[in-house]
């Protein structure tokens, strides 16, 4: 005896339709890139940007990046120009010092710790 098929209706999340249309357009775009020029450039983009979540919620990470970017490339440069050229290193104590503020003020129980150097910091 056969089973009649009921025909079952797929419901799909709009979100994820969102999400699979952005990540093919994101992969079009990689590929183009990689086509015109050097394929090493995308692949060293896609590497630093892989520590980029650790770097903006975690102090510590941002803070051991500020070190290893002291140890290793102390002097080096962007590549681009916003009326000055930043380092690596500005850069990385900025994301430390933007991740300390937006973690301090979306917990403001933590507040500032007082110390008696605060008056030789602030000088």
Same mark, same amino acid.
């Given at each position: 005896?056969?089973? !009649? %098929?009921? +025909?079952?209706?797929?419901?799909?999340? +709009?979100?994820?339709? $969102?999400?699979?249309?952005?990540? $093919? /357009?994101?992969? *079009? @775009? /990689?590929? /183009? $890139?990689? /086509?015109? *020029?050097?394929?090493?450039?995308?692949?060293?983009?896609?590497?630093?940007?892989?520590?980029?979540?650790?770097?903006?919620?975690?102090?510590?990470?941002? &803070?051991?990046?500020? @070190?290893?970017?002291?140890? %290793? %490339? !102390?002097?080096?440069?962007?590549? &681009?120009?916003?009326?000055?050229? +930043?380092?690596?290193?500005? @850069?990385?104590?900025?994301?430390?010092?933007? *991740?300390?503020?937006?973690?301090?003020?979306?917990? +403001?129980?933590?507040? %500032? $710790?007082?110390? !008696?150097?605060?008056?030789?910091?602030?000088?």
């Amino acid at each position: 005896m056969r089973v !009649p %098929l009921r +025909p079952q209706s797929i419901s799909i999340n +709009p979100q994820t339709v $969102v999400a699979v249309l952005l990540a $093919v /357009a994101i992969g *079009v @775009v /990689a590929g /183009a $890139v990689t /086509a015109q *020029v050097n394929p090493i450039i995308p692949l060293a983009a896609v590497i630093a940007l892989l520590p980029l979540p650790w770097l903006l919620t975690r102090p510590l990470v941002s &803070f051991l990046a500020a @070190v290893g970017v002291i140890t %290793l %490339l !102390p002097f080096a440069t962007l590549p &681009f120009k916003i009326g000055l050229t +930043p380092t690596f290193l500005e @850069v990385a104590l900025l994301i430390g010092l933007g *991740v300390w503020a937006f973690g301090l003020a979306r917990r +403001p129980e933590l507040g %500032l $710790v007082r110390s !008696p150097l605060d008056w030789g910091v602030l000088l």
